[in-house]
């Protein structure tokens, strides 16, 4: 048996080496799920999975549910069963790596957040990514429930061979009937027909993607019979996670912010989409394989200017260059004081990388924390 863990990247082929070789191939996740009594809640999507899960954790508690939360996350599921502790939910974050080794694996709910080209350098092509992904919901049954992201085709469309199991739906850009939507400044919940106001003012994480990962935990915990009151205090409380779209500090009147989580393209799009003040973006990393075509009205409608960093810089300038003043830095904390020196009053300098954290970094935090560190020697320079 080779058992695969939470956040290796490991390469197909030594994968199907072991197949060939008539060893069984499973997930760490699907080894823990059989020794797991409480039911699970799993959140898979390209982007948001980290703060979605989190987030669902907190409104169990704030219900005073004991709950474990692990998976990709970074705690894995074994640590539930070795803990050997009463737990009410399992809260997991599930990637596409990990679905590939699943057997048994059943959640009692799972969190489709949305689908977007990633992990190129690994799969053959998008489709089989989105194989992949959609093996989440391979044991499911009636009396299971997928909460679904209407506003993204691919997630939607998933739904049709999921028979009788119960659909819940969250949207952005529209009503929805039996679920949770966005009107206005007001998240709107009318699942099983009982209507409940969220107003998104008290939502203190940023951007838009981050209204879209609120919805689907209202949605998933709405399930589970949450108290609407406590979801709301949750939902308020909650201040976000480090490296996704996380203020660090203002310097002159410019705000800086680091977004390393940002690692694929659609995730740098919902950045970007975030701000209505001019952007000096930092990215680049190691590239992906998904190209940076998707960013150019974003560029040349929000990016003042485009630092470039890491191995994929050539790619994207390249793809992008040419839309906006565009520069390169050999390290980050280079691009960092190069985007000080070219920022202005009401600015953002947001990073954004697009791409991996391997060529230059151990993982995203460790990019994360150089960012904040650079932005901070600023800042002490400054004060």
Known sequence: VIVLSPGVSMSLEPIQEAKNRGRMIISEIELAYNFIDA???AITGTNGKTTTTTLIGEILRRNHKEVFVGGNIGNPLINCVIDGRKTDYVVAEISSFQLEGIMNFRPKIVVFLNMSPDHLDRYSSYEDYVEAKKRIFVNQRDDDVA???ADDPL???MAAPLGRTKKVYFSRK??????VYLDGNHVISGIDQDVYCYETEGIK??????IE???????????CMCSKEKIKEAVYGFSGLEHRMEFVEEISGVEYYNDSKATNVAAVEKSLESFDRPIILIAGGKDKGTGYETLKDLVMNKVKKLILIGEAKDIIQKSLGCLTTTTRA?????????AHSESGLGDVV???????SFDMFNNYEERGRAFKTAVRELKSMKD
């Open 39 to 41: 039911p699970s809640i």
């Open 147 to 149: 909460v679904l992201n």
């Open 155 to 157: 997630v939607s469309n």
């Open 174 to 179: 529209k009503k929805i009937e039996n679920g």
């Open 205 to 210: 994480i940023k951007g838009c993607h981050n």
């Open 213 to 223: 990962n609120t919805m689907a935990a209202i949605a998933a915990t709405e399930t």
């Open 330 to 338: 050999d390290t980050l904390q280079d691009a960092v004081k190069n």
């Open 350 to 356: 947001l990073f954004a990388p697009g791409c991996s």
